[in-house]
C-alpha cells in the first residue's frame, strides 16, 4: 500500500533521513518507534506530503505520491498535538473539515459517539484539555473512514476509558483490512494492538520485523523487555 524507496532528506547540513525504504501494508497496525530525533517525524510528514524528500521515490497504492494530492483523502492523521482556532466551537470545527473534505462517504461516527461529543458540542476550543482536544483529533481522524490511518502518540492524555476505547476501535478498523501506523514511546501501549515493528535510530531503519517474529527472536512476551534485548545486543 505505502511503498518508499532510498528517500534521503537534510535540513541545511543535517541529514535526518539517510536512504530510507520500506513497506507498510494493508491490514497491519505497526509501531513506528525510535530515541527522540530519529527521523520518525519527517518520514510521518513525507508520507503525508508536508516534507519533499530530496531523493528517492514514495508510492501509494502502486502509485507515486509526488505532484499529486488526492491521495491524501484516504489518510486519516491524529497529530500529537492537535492545533485548532481558539474561538470556534467543537461542533463549528467538525462542520468546517466535513466541508472542506466535501466527502460523500458514509461518515465513521463511532467514537463521536464513544467519547460522547454531542454532550460538548458548544465548547470553544481554548476551553478544552489535552485529553478532550486529544479526543477530537481521534474523531477527525476515523471520520471519513480512510484507508489508512497515521497516529501520533494517540493515547497521550486521554482518560483510562476513552484510551481503552480507541484502542478497540483501532483493532477494529485493523480487522477491516486498513493500514494504521502509530507513532509512541508508550511501548506497554502497544502490546495489543500492533503485528510489526519499525525502529528508526540516526535517520535510518535499523530493523523492521513482525511482532511475532520479533517475540520468537527475544523469548520476550512484552514489546519493549524484546526491543530492550535486541538494543542491548547490538
Known amino acids: 500500500m505505502i511503498e518508499i524507496k532510498n528517500i534521503s532528506k ?23 518507534i525510535g530515541p527522540n530525533g530519529c527521523g520518525k517525524t519527517t518520514l510521518i510528514k513525507s508520507i503525508l506530503g508536508m516534507v519533499i524528500p530530496d531523493s528517492g521515490s514514495m508510492e501509494f497504492n502502486e ?32 462542520e468546517m473539515v466535513k466541508k472542506i473534505r466535501n466527502s460523500k462517504d ?23 484539555s489535552g485529553g478532550t482536544t486529544q479526543k477530537i483529533s481521534a474523531v477527525l481522524a476515523f ?18 476509558l476513552a484510551s481503552e476505547l480507541l484502542k478497540e476501535k483501532i483493532i477494529k478498523e485493523k480487522e477491516k483490512g486498513k493500514l494504521i501506523i502509530i507513532t509512541s514511546h508508550l511501548l506497554s501501549e502497544l502490546d495489543d494492538l500492533i503485528s510489526e515493528i519499525i525502529f528508526m535510530q ?7 520485523k513482525k511482532v511475532n517474529e520479533l517475540r520468537e527472536e527475544t523469548q520476550e512476551d512484552k514489546i519493549s523487555k524484546a526491543i530492550a534485548k535486541i538494543l542491548r545486543a547490538n
Open 10 to 32: 537534510k535540513f541545511g547540513k543535517l541529514e535526518v533521513l539517510k536512504n530510507v525504504s520500506v513497506s507498510c501494508n494493508s491490514g497491519q497496525c505497526i509501531a513506528l
Open 63 to 94: 502509485k507515486s505520491i509526488f505532484g499529486d494530492y488526492l491521495y491524501r483523502e484516504k489518510i486519516g492523521y491524529m497529530p500529537q498535538i492537535g492545533r485548532y482556532p481558539d474561538t470556534m466551537t467543537i461542533g463549528e470545527i467538525i
Open 106 to 128: 458514509n461518515l465513521d461516527e463511532d467514537l463521536f459517539r464513544d467519547f460522547e461529543i454531542e454532550k460538548m458540542l458548544n465548547k470553544q476550543m481554548r476551553t478544552l
Open 143 to 160: 471520520l471519513f473512514n480512510p484507508d489508512v490511518l497515521i497516529l501520533d502518540e494517540p493515547t497521550a492524555g486521554l482518560d483510562p
Open 202 to 208: 540516526d535517520g535510518k531503519i535499523f530493523f523492521h
